[in-house]
């Protein structure tokens, strides 16, 4: 056996030797270059965390067409626009009801999509829409359960650039009723209902940016990149309070490493500028959002922004941390007691440190030591504090003084 094995070997080997030498020498010439340039790939739908307005934190239910028309003038007259808020979202309440074919007509706030759409566009501005896989929205208008397809097409006739997609009344619809007691096959339904219409979407040709909204349910940041997902929801709802957004921030914890060009984790709409935020709550929540490579949905009053809000939206510095294109998500480095030091490592080797005092009485004022070394720095660190937008030098244990729920933030271009 092993010698025949050989022998065929020698055979086969023999072959080959003839072949090449017999090929006459210019049989095959040199492939010509290509005077095609080459192909350029598709652009990534959402290569960094999608950027705009949603009407759900200021209006709720009463969002109408004027408002959004009134979001999209605003977004370009305020600098927004030119800063990178680019969506103008509906979110839920602007559903009427099937007609007998399952076409799915708006409700009388909302006259003409079509038109509203393209007067969104006439700005140089997208529009994203709301729907969810249950029968229902959790404002109990109608989702698209058993009309994926035909919701997805509709959207796309419209212009539309964006779906926020709500799990809502999916559970008692779908899960409950098809798979009361398995916990495993309630998540394969899961998994499917999104699927379905990410499948839909891409099928219109247009592309819109998907946004799973299943607050953080079946460890969605595991599959959702897979089906298509540009961004999905990793808890409950946002409020405009500092305990509710400081206990958000805390639950990205270990969710890092999900996200990336694409795919991000969404720590929820801004608050930015709503309810009786502090200033330093407001800076926070910004910064922190930027450090977690957030989706930045501003959700306020556009017509009454305060400038001082308006300065923290804008920020060009802090944006640029968010739309960083590494699309690195920022890490809790350490914390010592109230104060917690963050880290993101940013395009070109740069890095932005935030220190958040999350501390809430007025013991909490008193200083804190930056230790560097912990951060893997090595000496004085030259950067440019982001909120004032000066120059700053971190040493190794330098005292930090700040307020109850404020936030230093700086970028090092050149960490050592
Ligand atoms: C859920 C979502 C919110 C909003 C409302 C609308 O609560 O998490 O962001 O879309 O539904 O009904």
């Known amino acids: 056996m092993r010698i025949s094995a050989s022998l065929s070997l020698v055979v086969l080997a023999c072959a080959a030797l003839v072949s090449s ?51 999209a003038d605003n977004l370009v007259d305020t600098g927004m626009k030119d800063a990178g808020y680019v969506y103008v979202n509906i979110d839920d309440t602007w559903e009427g009801d099937r007609d007998a074919d399952g076409v799915l007509h708006t409700n009388a706030k909302f006259p003409d999509m079509k038109a509203l759409a393209d007067y969104v566009h006439s700005k140089g501005l997208k529009i994203g829409i709301y729907s969810g896989p249950g029968n229902k929205t959790c404002g109990g208008y109608a989702a ?14 419209w212009g539309i650039d964006y779906l926020k ?47 799973l909204c299943q607050y953080g349910w079946d460890a969605v940041w595991e599959w959702a990149p897979a089906i298509g997902g540009n961004l999905w929801r990793t808890t409950g709802d946002i409020t405009p309070r500092w305990d509710r957004i400081y206990a958000i921030l805390s639950q990205q914890d270990g969710l890092a490493k999900y996200a990336g ?11 930015v500028g709503n309810g009786r935020l502090s200033i330093q709550e407001n800076w926070s929540h910004f910064a922190m959002w930027a450090m977690l490579a957030a989706p930045l949905l501003a959700g306020n009053d ?12 804008t920020n060009k510095d802090v944006i640029a941390i968010d739309q960083d294109r590494l699309g690195k998500q920022g890490t809790r ?32 004022t008193h200083p804190f030591h930056l230790n560097l070394t912990k951060l893997g720095l090595h000496g004085p660190q030259t950067g440019k504090d982001l909120w004032t937008g ?27």
């Not at 359960?145 to 959207?155: N, T």
């Not at 409950?176 to 998540?187: F, H």
Request: glycine share 6%.
């Open 21 to 71: 030498a017999t090929a006459p020498a210019a049989a095959k010439p040199a492939p010509k270059p290509s005077t095609k340039p080459a192909a350029k790939p598709a652009p990534i739908t959402a290569a960094t965390p999608p950027m705009g307005w949603n009407s759900w934190n200021f209006f709720a239910g009463k969002v109408t067409d004027k408002d959004i028309r009134g979001a």
């Open 390 to 416: 000066k120059p700053i030098t971190l040493t190794n244990n330098q005292p930090i003084e700040l307020t109850s729920h404020n936030v230093l933030l700086v970028r090092i271009d050149a960490p050592k």
């Open 333 to 364: 480095a350490y914390s010592d007691g109230e104060v917690e030091v963050w880290t993101r490592h940013l395009s070109g080797g740069a890095l932005a440190i935030a220190v958040l005092d999350a501390g809430d009485s007025r013991y909490s």
């Open 144 to 157: 698209s359960l058993g009309h994926e397809e035909q919701d997805a097409k509709m959207y796309a006739d």
């Open 165 to 211: 997609y709500d799990e809502c009344s999916f559970t008692g619809d779908v899960l409950e009723k098809q798979a009361p007691d398995d916990k495993a096959a309630q998540m394969r339904l899961m998994i499917a209902a999104y699927e379905k219409m990410g499948k839909a979407l891409k099928s219109t040709g247009r592309p819109i940016v998907f946004s």
């Open 261 to 271: 060009p694409g795919h991000w984790n969404d720590p929820d709409m801004l608050e």
């Open 302 to 313: 556009l017509p009454n922004m305060k400038p001082e809000v308006k300065a923290i939206l």
